[in-house]
């Protein structure tokens, strides 16, 4: 195997071609002495690095290979004498290596960490806080004390850090209070009934209390539901309500009076406005609700919800009723009486909606200057819903205030009631129109609109201007309404960048230290998971600044998710 093994190392350093020649010399050599001997090959092996091409799979680096030939030459009778003869390629040096001797084979084994197997469940190393593990493993506070206790960096705003327990610290302790698993699941089933029952009676109790309230008056003001309502578009929406209640009134007595199909479409008209109104301050009330539980972002689109109501109220309603009564009095028409009080009511009421009009215009504008926007845009993409109603439907209130003038006029005029009828049909129609702009605009707010384009480009800009950002992909900045905006990115750190912030905070003599006394894989590890984790809530830490950082320079960003990529 040795002399095959050798060819096949010299054919890889010199060539196959090289190889033939110089066996061909040889047996030139030996036919010439007319005894024909098998030239040998010695091949010395040093460490395994490459692959010599053979027929059999050895592994080895060749760092000295050695090939000589035997010729024998007669020299006189029976005399023989042994030439070595030099191949020009080999280097001086190997020829003098001894021809016998052989290095023994070394083999370097590489160290290679053995991978654990967790399964689809492993929580040993989870981390819980003292409520949890109080409400969870039915512990109290003294059995936590005896814990080991681990400072973890606190997810929330108001504090720096908080406490927490390892979780197979907190089971095992569980389980030396209580004995067995079985007796601590009979434990929290207790636990469960008695909340159940003291939600049970805390609802009772709030009842009664309510109604105690009500009996003896609530004395307490309720500071925040009134100036919501005193300022801003809670103001256009209570002036709106008590202008739109008294216009309905006197707009049901002109028709009853008159018998006038118009006048009819003018007071469900206000009618109409006045229920929708109703549902905007339902929904502003709602929207200024605080989070809780269930609804972890809030309220606020509640507004636009309420506006989705309204549009789809003014349809059924006002539009609705309008085409119908208009439709009748051209099917049948009917004599109308002195119009002389209708008149009086509809320039009444072109006043009064021309003030709520002039109201909403205002704050609309005020508004709209606020986010920088034109007023045009401001409206056209519903930036305030409940404002936005209020405009549309003062605006509709005094064109159609004009329509009903106008037709009742040409059915004074000319004696003919088709006249008042068509006006009828005009109100529903602009009714129809508005309240299909209030059901598109408010339904694309719910689907979940986009800030302006600069505001996304501000915010990109200053996460890719931090020295830790290396890029930012997939934003999304999302208006929740109020002026509340949530901003999603997938971050892309600069891990060098992270690693010297670590590096920075820490003792290098010490690490140094630390570096020297590794030995084993075992504590070459055990060194690595350390500054690992600590490197991780570094990581973490810059995350926080970021999110804090957008958040103090945009106050209309209230909720920021930074995705690391």
């Given at each position: ?53 053979c027929s059999h799979s050895y592994f080895c680096t060749l760092s000295q290979v050695k090939l000589y030939s035997t010729n024998v030459q007669k020299e006189g009778q029976g005399s023989k004498t042994l030439q070595v003869e030099k191949i020009p390629s080999f280097d001086e040096a190997e ?23 967790y399964g689809p469940k492993y929580t040993q190393n989870n981390f819980i806080t003292g409520v949890r593990a109080i409400n969870e493993f039915c512990l109290k506070s003294s059995d936590l004390e005896q814990l080991r206790k681990i400072r973890q960096r606190s997810p929330h705003e108001d ?266 049909l005009g109100v529903g129609t602009l009714l129809g129109v508005v309240s299909a702009f209030l059901i598109y605009t408010n339904t694309e707010a719910l689907l979940g609109r986009s800030i302006q384009p600069e505001q996304v480009q501000r915010l990109t800009e200053l996460l890719e201007n ?100």
């Open positions: 195997m040795l002399p095959g093994l050798a060819a096949a190392a010299a054919a890889h350093r010199w060539g196959w071609s090289s190889l033939r020649r110089l066996r061909l010399r040889c047996r030139a050599a030996a036919r010439g002495s007319g005894e024909l001997q098998e030239w040998q090959n010695l091949v010395t092996f040093g460490s395994f690095s490459n692959v010599v091409p020829l003098k290596a001894p021809l016998t001797k052989q290095e023994p084979l070394q083999v370097r084994v590489k160290a290679v960490l053995k991978k654990r197997e504090t720096e850090s908080f406490t927490v327990y390892l979780r197979s610290d907190v089971e095992a302790k569980s389980l030396e209070v209580w004995g067995s698993p079985e007796a601590l699941a009979r434990e929290k089933k207790l636990r469960k009934k008695a909340e159940i029952e003291y939600r049970e009676r805390l609802f009772r109790n709030q009842s009664i209390l309510r109604e105690y309230s009500d009996f003896l008056g609530n004395t307490k003001p309720r500071s925040r539901m009134t100036s919501v309502f005193l300022k801003g578009p809670g103001k256009v929406v209570m002036v709106a309500i008590c202008i739109n209640g008294l216009n309905c009134f006197f707009k049901f007595l002109a028709w009853i009076y008159t018998g006038s199909a118009s006048m009819f479409s003018e007071a469900i008209h206000s009618l109409s406005d006045t229920c929708n109104q109703g549902l905007l301050a339902l929904g502003i009330s709602k929207s200024i609700q605080t989070p809780d539980p269930s609804h972890p972002y809030g309220f606020s689109n509640m507004r636009y919800i309420a506006s989705l109501i309204s549009g789809v109220g003014i349809f059924m309603m006002g539009a609705g009723l309008s085409w119908y009564h208009g439709i009748m009095g051209l099917l049948h028409p009917q004599p109308m009486e002195s119009l002389l009080w209708a008149y009086c009511i509809l320039a009444g009421s072109l006043v009064s909606e021309g003030a709520t009009l002039l109201v909403a215009v205002n704050e609309l504008r005020r508004s709209a200057a606020a986010k920088g926007m034109s007023f045009y845009k401001y409206v056209m993409e519903s930036r305030d819903p409940s404002t936005n109603v209020i405009l549309l439907e003062d605006t509709a209130a005094v064109l159609g205030v004009t329509i009903a003038a106008t037709c009742m006029g040409l059915t004074s005029i000319t004696g003919n009631p088709l006249y008042d009828s068509l006006g009828s931090d020295p830790s950002v290396r890029a930012i992909h997939d934003v999304k900045a999302t208006d929740l309404g109020l002026g509340k905006v949530r901003f999603k990115a997938e971050v892309d750190f600069d891990g060098r960048v992270v690693t010297r912030s670590y590096l920075e905070k820490q003792d290098f003599d010490q690490m140094l230290q630390e570096i020297q006394e590794v030995k084993t894989p075992e504590e070459l590890e055990t060194f690595m998971l350390k500054h690992g984790e600590n490197i991780i809530d570094t990581l973490g830490a810059e995350v926080d600044r970021l999110e804090k950082e957008l958040k103090k320079r945009n106050p209309e960003v209230r909720h920021v998710d930074l995705e690391i990529l």
